[in-house]
Antibody
Framework: QVQLVESGGGVVHPGTSLTLSCRAS????????MHWVRQAPGKGLEWVAI????????YYADSVKGRFTISRDNSQNTLYLQMNSLRADDTAVFYC???????????WGQGATLTVSS | QSALTQPRSVSGSPGQSVTISCTGT?????????VSWYQQHPGKAPKVIIY???ERPSGVPDRFSGSMSGNTASLTISGLQAEDEADYYC?????????????FGGGTKLTVL
């Protein structure tokens, strides 16, 4: 079945870096754009970034622009989110999601938890 | 980009109908007919229940329906069931020719009394 599995979350200090991964299965990964969406504790969903199916186009929310980099390896069916200069307000559950029709997210992973704390 | 505006909570009894509103601007929600709704149970990942304002993915009961008027989208759940108790988020595509962007609402907690 179609599945997304995130990994790489953890507890880090402010100012450090971390990379999240999202392994896809059950569909042709290279055919679809992919999103990252995050949810701070007790808060709502926030769109973070999208990458086109071939990796040629990437867009970011203003809150992460210049600090986060979305990338993908279609040969490994894996999506990445490299996060630099992490801040306390980046603490969240990060979900990867498959883009459908480009305008909504039809499949979501279970989430990876990032905690940024000194 | 500011979040779309949703009521923090709504409630209804089993069998009743509830409507959750989602208000934006002409720059986001009112720009395209690309509004989606997501259901999230505690500790779980979101699940799409409505896309393109009114469309239901396969497997989503027809008790869930969406609509839009101007800069306000609405999700109506009829024949409320206990398992409908969850958080609901609207989302609008707000991109341009040069920049892709999505905006979520703040979320609405649905309580089934």
């Amino acid at each position: 079945q179609v599945q997304l599995v995130e990994s790489g979350g953890g507890v880090v200090h402010p100012g450090t870096s971390l990379t999240l991964s999202c392994r896809a299965s059950g569909f042709t990964f290279s055919h679809y754009d992919m999103h990252w969406v995050r949810q701070a504790p007790g808060k709502g969903l926030e769109w973070v970034a999208i990458i086109s199916h071939d990796g040629s186009n990437r867009y970011y929310a203003d809150s992460v622009k210049g600090r986060f980099t979305i990338s993908r390896d279609n040969s490994q069916n894996t999506l990445y989110l490299q996060m630099n200069s992490l801040r306390a307000d980046d603490t969240a559950v990060f979900y990867c999601a498959k883009a459908e029709g480009s305008y909504y997210m039809d499949v979501w992973g279970q989430g990876a938890t990032l905690t940024v704390s000194s | 980009q500011s979040a779309l505006t949703q009521p923090r909570s709504v409630s209804g009894s089993p069998g009743q109908s509830v409507t959750i509103s989602c208000t934006g601007t002409s720059s986001d929600l009112g720009r395209y007919n690309y509004v989606s709704w997501y259901q999230q149970h505690p500790g779980k990942a979101p699940k799409v229940i409505i896309y393109d304002v009114t469309e239901r993915p396969s497997g989503v009961p027809d008790r869930f329906s969406g609509s839009m008027s101007g800069n306000t989208a609405s999700l109506t759940i009829s024949g409320l069931q206990a398992e409908d108790e969850a958080d609901y988020y609207c989302c609008a595509y707000a991109g341009t020719y040069t920049f892709l962007n999505w905006v979520f609402g703040g979320g609405t907690k649905l309580t089934v009394l």
